[in-house]
């Protein structure tokens, strides 16, 4: 069975910087093409965050977090990173990562319906 768990978040000033980690059990990171991290915060939808890409090497973000947060992963670790850096209390949320076998478009990274794989959660809350 395949199991994906988050782990890294806390509690963090404005401007600190965190590193998410989500390792997968049950079946190497080596073996998807793509992993991806979304959040979801209090009252709200859920929202993209970065992909990575790595049969083609390369990674997609959301606007709002472009050169701030960085996707990342360590194939010998089994682990898949964000990065983030220059938080702000709007980045509050619990953050998922997310797993599929296959490559999808560039334009279809975002949707969180492609993905096949989810762990339960990290919670990152910024304070000002």
């Known amino acids: 069975q395949v199991q994906l768990v988050e782990s890294g978040g806390g509690l963090v000033q404005a401007g600190g910087s965190l590193r998410l980690s989500c390792t997968a059990s049950?079946?190497?990171?080596?073996?998807?093409?793509?992993a991806a991290w979304f959040r979801q915060a209090p009252g709200k939808e859920r929202e993209f965050v970065a992909a990575?890409?790595?049969?083609?090497?390369?990674?997609t973000y959301a606007d709002s977090v472009k050169g701030r947060f960085t996707i990342s992963r360590d194939t010998a670790k089994n682990t898949v990173y964000l990065q983030i850096n220059s938080l702000k209390p709007e980045d509050t949320a619990v953050y998922y990562c997310?797993?599929?076998?296959?490559?999808?478009?560039?334009?279809?990274?975002?949707?969180?319906?492609?993905?096949?794989?989810w762990g339960q959660g990290t919670q990152v809350t910024v304070s000002s």
């Open positions: 997310a797993a599929r076998a296959n490559r999808v478009v560039a334009s279809a990274r975002g949707d969180g319906r492609v993905y096949d794989y």
């Open positions: 049950g079946r190497t990171f080596s073996s998807y093409a793509m």
């Open positions: 990575g890409d790595w049969s083609g090497g390369s990674s």
